[in-house]
């Protein structure tokens, strides 16, 4: 019985690995750098069995699609947590910028869950690590903002396809990873309702076995998702690019 992590390099991701670790056989590490993994498996032991995989490399992803196919693993759960993200319009995005973002945040989760669910035991769990910012659109991230909310509405009807199968969506607000830039333009970046990688991987489990097919783990983030049921997103939109104009 395994579990398959992306972006296991990364912060939530090495979260995930602690927190799974001790419910699996072994924890397939799927990351693009060979350093990163092997210092990931000095981590933790013998139970990691490290998967380099570049995740914007369509040759790639099906090549590690295959591979499942092949070994046929017991797959306990699956978590498609790697992801890219950049502040900026999209104008200033290289047209190969766009490509791997919609790759590996998008492409490569889906391929992967369609490879995985075939081999997935009975309760057993999918984790796609979305975002709050697939509850509206978010322009200067609006790239990141919309692959999140295919992400969303990708894996919640997955949940209802797949009975056996948990399939929820995390979507936390800002976490304090690596992924987020501490200043932009000289200015130090505020990030409202921050919140620790250990407490979104925390949370995304609980939920994943109460049956949820959405995650959010804190209180402002779950009002955050009500506001954007309730008030019209051109409304959110202003608010949001006034808070980050500074930025820009
Ligand atoms: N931080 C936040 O505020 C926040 C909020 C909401 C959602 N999220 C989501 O949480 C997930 C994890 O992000 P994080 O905050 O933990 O950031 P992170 O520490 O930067 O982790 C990102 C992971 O994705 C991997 N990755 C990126 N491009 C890849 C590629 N081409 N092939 C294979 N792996 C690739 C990275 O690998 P390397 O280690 O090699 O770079 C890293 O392991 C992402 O999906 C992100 O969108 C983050």
Redesign the pocket.
């Known amino acids: 019985m395994i579990a398959i992590i992306?972006?296991?390099?990364?912060?939530?991701?090495e979260e995930f690995v602690r927190k799974l670790i001790g419910e699996v056989d072994s924890v397939w590490a799927?990351?693009?750098?060979e350093n990163?993994l092997s210092s990931l498996k000095d981590l933790f032991g013998e139970k990691i069995i490290p998967v380099k995989?570049?995740?914007?490399?369509k040759d790639e992803i099906f090549g590690f699609c295959r591979k499942i196919e092949s070994e046929k693993p017991s797959i306990k759960y699956l978590v498609n947590?790697?992801?890219?993200?950049k502040l900026a319009p999209v104008s200033v995005f290289t047209l190969e910028e766009i490509s791997?973002m919609l790759d590996?945040?998008d492409k490569a989760a889906t391929l992967i869950c369609r490879a995985c669910i075939p081999y997935m035991e009975k309760d057993s769990y999918i984790l796609n690590?979305?975002?709050?910012?697939a509850f509206q659109p978010n322009p200067y991230i609006a790239l990141?903002s919309a692959s999140?909310a295919y992400l969303l509405s990708f894996t919640r009807s997955l949940n209802v396809e797949n009975e056996s199968i948990t399939c929820t969506a995390v979507?936390?607000?800002?976490?304090?990873?690596?992924?987020?830039p501490k200043t932009n333009n000289g200015k130090d970046i505020k990030?409202p309702g921050?919140v620790t990688?250990s407490k979104v991987v925390e949370s995304a489990l609980k939920d994943c076995k109460k049956g949820k097919d959405v995650s959010v783990c804190s209180f402002y983030y779950r009002y955050m998702r009500f506001l954007s049921k309730v008030t019209p997103h051109k409304t959110l939109m202003k608010f949001w690019v006034k808070g980050i104009q500074q930025y820009i």
């Open positions: 992306t972006g296991a390099t990364g912060d939530i991701g799927v990351g693009r750098s990163k995989v570049d995740l914007s490399d947590n790697a992801g890219t993200a791997d590996i945040n690590i979305a975002s709050a910012s990141y999140k979507c936390p607000g800002w976490v304090d990873t690596k992924m987020l990030y921050m990688a």
